[in-house]
């Protein structure tokens, strides 16, 4: 028998708080947190630990759970509230980037670029807070234009933005 959905979500959000009252928050279990918080509908939070688990598992070279994480990560995106978002997801997609490049998967790695500027892009479409601006990538012959151009008085303050260079980047 499954439980009601409700009643479900309300679980995964006290499994979730009782994980990250317990656990300190360096040794949290970042992809469980994020599982339990995706399936309790709090995007936000899901969205945390999914960028959290990826670089956790980056730093330990577990590059296809790092590329799971970041990517539930990005998935995650539509449901989140623009603000500040602009530099959470520029900080997902450099990482993943970085991954992709370093295990050689280098169209991979340019797709993701190329997404992480329309997805920069998405942002400022939807958010006038929006604060992020330029700078380019090369990635072999290709560079990548990753500023932004404010359209209407809110984006008056945009500034610039630093890309994290992955290996293959100059």
Do not use: C, W
């Not at 499994?15 to 009252?21: H, L, P």
């Not at 992480?116 to 939807?126: E, F, P, S, Y």
């Not at 990538?137 to 008085?153: D, F, R």
Request: charged share 20%; aromatic share 8%.
């Amino acid at each position: 028998a499954s439980l009601v959905r409700p009643r479900r979500i309300e679980l995964h959000r006290q499994v979730a708080e009782a994980i990250e009252r317990m656990a300190p928050a360096s040794d949290a279990p970042a992809a469980v947190l994020a599982m339990h918080y995706q399936e309790a509908g709090l995007p936000a939070k899901a969205f945390h630990y999914a960028a959290l688990a990826g670089d956790q598992a980056r730093r330990t070279y577990a590059h296809a759970e790092a590329l799971a994480s970041y990517d539930l990560a990005l998935s995650l995106v539509p449901e989140l509230a623009p603000d500040g978002l602009s530099e959470k997801l520029k900080d997902v997609y450099s990482r993943r980037g970085s991954i992709l490049e370093v295990t050689g998967r280098h169209a991979e790695a340019q797709e993701n670029y190329e997404a992480m500027r329309r997805g920069l892009r998405d942002v400022v479409a939807i958010a006038p807070s929006f604060q992020g601006g330029g700078e380019s990538v090369v990635y072999g012959k290709t560079s990548l234009n990753l500023s932004v151009t404010a359209t209407t008085p809110e984006f008056a303050s945009v500034r610039a933005y630093t890309v994290q260079y992955g290996r293959f980047l100059t």
